[in-house]
């Protein structure tokens, strides 16, 4: 069974950085496309980063320049930096397979960026 737990969101001032992580367990993570997502209040879910399993990355043009996604196949960890944030950014941010939405959703977490 997949488990996926997301940490290192937080609260931190437009302008500030932030670095969120994923663990994940139950699959074989290091040939698997994986994805960063993010859901805003009263919003649909959306997928702002992407990762192959042989490290291209793509994103939303929204995050591009800003954000930067990677992954550590040796920790099973997948890594999204957040720098420049905007206020626009805050959301629950979750990771899942990054050509589908295959698994359970993991908790999230929580980012809020104040102006």
């Known amino acids: 069974q997949v488990q996926l737990t997301e940490s290192g969101g937080g609260l931190v001032q437009a302008g500030g950085s932030l670095r969120l992580s994923c663990a994940v367990s139950g699959i074989t993570f290091s040939i698997t496309t994986f994805g960063w997502y993010r859901q805003a209040p009263g919003k649909q879910r959306e997928l702002v980063a992407r990762?192959?399993?042989?490290?291209?990355?793509s994103y939303a043009d929204s995050v591009k320049g800003r954000f930067t996604i990677s992954r550590n196949n040796a920790k099973n960890t997948l890594y999204l930096q957040m720098n420049s944030l905007k206020p626009e950014d805050t959301a629950v941010y979750y990771c899942?397979?990054?050509?589908?939405?295959?698994?359970?959703w993991g908790p999230g977490t929580q980012v809020t960026v104040s102006s």
């Open positions: 899942n397979g990054g050509l589908r939405a295959s698994y359970s």
């Open positions: 990762i192959t399993h042989g490290g291209a990355t």
